[in-house]
């Protein structure tokens, strides 16, 4: 994985049909009011060392300037490139400009073009951005990263239940769910840290732009066997 000079590596994108730009605006709104995602503060706490991580679909970029300030080299990909540009900023605030550039590799493209070499990463974090893989393209992308981790190597991140409410809200077969017994199927080539499946109510962005949404979500810190 390239790194070094903070630079912005370009491919042809566009929107995520998934995630239109509605949605990507109640959830920056949103993004802003919240701490780093638990899900992978927790995940870190069965990692020894500092490593080679990418984020997948990292949004303003939180998570991945808490990887830097722990000392990671990290890997931060997205399809929004306003999103790779706050990821940027948050480094800076975080490490420094040296050390961003030094640490730090963003990557414009889309999930379902996105590739590592084999057995190069320590970690992978997807913070809610894997259901917004078009249905016939997200097998491919998780043979991808099976095929990046190193054994031990964690996969951190959420994937989407049937129930969720963006799936009818959502061009069809722009995104993807499972049932519990697909996701435990997925995890079969991994040491299963935590799975939690969680169904409730709530909202996505702030007032006065908040929008009702049914949550059904699979929670997953994972080590690559």
């Given at each position: 994985?390239?790194?070094?000079?903070?630079?912005?590596?370009?491919?042809?994108?566009?929107?995520?049909?998934?995630?239109?730009?509605?949605?990507?605006?109640?959830?920056?709104?949103?993004?802003?009011?919240?701490?780093?995602?638990?899900?992978?503060?927790?995940?870190?706490?069965?990692?020894?060392?500092?490593?080679?991580?990418?984020?997948?679909?990292?949004?303003?970029?939180?998570?991945?300037?808490e990887l830097l300030r722990r000392g990671w080299?990290?890997?931060?990909?997205?399809?929004?490139?306003?999103?790779?540009?706050?990821?940027?900023?948050?480094?800076?605030?975080a490490v420094g400009a040296k050390e961003t550039?030094?640490?730090?590799?963003?990557?414009?493209?889309?999930?379902?073009?996105?590739?590592?070499?084999?057995?190069?990463?320590?970690?992978?974090?997807?913070?809610?951005?894997?259901?917004?893989?078009?249905?016939?393209?997200?097998?491919?992308?998780?043979?991808?990263?099976?095929?990046?981790?190193?054994?031990?190597?964690?996969?951190?991140?959420?994937?989407?239940?049937?129930?969720?409410?963006?799936?009818?809200?959502?061009?069809?077969?722009?995104?993807?769910?499972?049932?519990?017994?697909?996701?435990?199927?997925?995890?079969?080539?991994?040491?299963?840290?935590?799975?939690?499946?969680?169904?409730?109510?709530?909202?996505?962005?702030?007032?006065?732009?908040?929008?009702?949404?049914?949550w059904h979500v699979f929670h997953i810190a994972?080590?690559?066997?």
């Open positions: 994985m390239p790194m070094g000079d903070g630079d912005t590596q370009h491919a042809r994108v566009d929107h995520v049909p998934g995630f239109p730009s509605e949605r990507l605006e109640r959830y920056l709104h949103r993004a802003l009011t919240l701490p780093i995602r638990d899900t992978l503060v927790r995940a870190l706490e069965h990692i020894p060392q500092a490593g080679v991580a990418s984020d997948l679909g990292c949004g303003p970029g939180k998570e991945v300037a080299r990290v890997e931060a990909v997205d399809a929004y490139e306003r999103m790779l540009h706050a990821t940027q900023v948050a480094a800076i605030e550039a030094a640490r730090l590799c963003c990557v414009h493209t889309h999930l379902a073009r996105w590739s590592a070499p084999a057995r190069s990463l320590d970690l992978i974090h997807a913070g809610f951005s894997l259901p917004f893989v078009a249905a016939v393209e997200f097998e491919q992308v998780w043979k991808n990263m099976c095929s990046a981790l190193k054994p031990g190597g964690l996969f951190v991140g959420q994937l989407f239940g049937h129930h969720d409410s963006f799936l009818p809200e959502s061009p069809v077969g722009s995104m993807n769910a499972h049932t519990h017994a697909e996701v435990v199927k997925l995890c079969g080539g991994f040491h299963v840290i935590f799975l939690t499946e969680e169904e409730r109510d709530g909202v996505v962005g702030v007032p006065p732009n908040e929008h009702p949404k049914h994972a080590r690559r066997i």
